[in-house]
Structures are given as C-alpha cells and as structure tokens.
C-alpha cells in the first residue's frame, strides 16, 4: 500500500477531531501551538486510513480556502502547502500536517502528543493508526523510530 502523495484527496468528518498541543523548541526558544488530530481518509487510494494534524487556528481561517465542505465532511486535495511525516524512506507510517511551514516541530512531537493525550476514541485511532498497539512496544521504543527527523514537504 502506497502512502498518502501530493495529488491525494482526503476526507474527514469535520466534527471529528481533538485538540492537542505541540511543544517544540525553535530559534533558541520554547514554541507551542494547539493542533487538531483528525483521523481521515485518504479517498484516493482505497479510502486507507490517514493521521491528519491541521493547527487549530487554520482549521476555519486556511482550511476553509482548499477544502470542499458537504454537510459535515470534508474532503481536500494534497498540496505543497502540508507537509508530513513518517517512519521511514518508503513511506511507512506517513501522516499529513497542515499548518504555518515556517514552524519547524520535529515529526515525533505530533506522535508522542498524540499517544500521550487523554483523548478517547480520537486518540485511540491515532495510535492505531501509528500501529502503536503492538505488544510489549511503549512509548519511548515507538518514538526512537521518528526523533530527530523534521517534517518533510510534499
């Protein structure tokens, strides 16, 4: 299974999210900024399931412009303006960011907040999403996998 390209739409129940805060350091300081995990799919490529993380303040500003709204859904065409992360080279555990590119978080601190919140069936998927439910994996094992990496563009 291929993962998520520039070119790919996906889709999202616009009601389906959970905030979140990411932590990074930057230019000699301390950044934070509130995100929104969304579990979507990727409708381009049999509906396979994507970790979606837009930064809360361009939920309604930025996202409205490029997304296609029907009822509670929404659907949005992968572009150069999200970037993403992933495991590996080939792709493995890739996830999408929406969000000001000129902030530069690490690609584990969306991972490590997301496993770590508190944030019911939302956080659940997420880190099923990121195959964390493995046996006898904790947190620090999975993270080793992503750390020091910054997001990627598309």
């Not at 959970?18 to 990727?42: F, G, R």
């Not at 770590?116 to 195959?131: E, M, S, T, Y």
Request: net charge positive; no cysteine.
């Amino acid at each position: 299974m291929a993962p998520i390209q520039k070119g790919d739409i996906i889709s999202f129940t616009l009601n389906n999210k959970h905030e979140i805060t990411v932590t990074w350091s930057q230019n000699l300081s301390s950044k934070s900024e509130p995100y929104y995990a969304i579990p979507a799919k990727n409708t381009s490529r049999d509906n396979t399931d994507v970790n979606f993380f837009v930064q809360k303040n361009w939920f309604d500003n930025e996202l409205n412009k490029s997304a296609t709204v029907d009822g509670n859904t929404a659907r949005v065409t992968i572009t150069d303006k999200f970037q993403y992360g992933q495991k590996n080279d080939q792709g493995k555990f890739r996830f999408v960011v929406y969000h000001n590119t000129s902030r530069k978080p690490y690609q584990h601190q969306f991972i490590e907040t997301t496993l770590l919140a508190k944030g019911g069936d939302i956080a659940v998927k997420l880190a099923k999403g990121f195959r964390y439910n493995q046996v006898g994996m904790n947190v620090s094992d999975f993270l080793k996998r992503f750390v020091g990496d910054y997001l990627h563009n598309f």
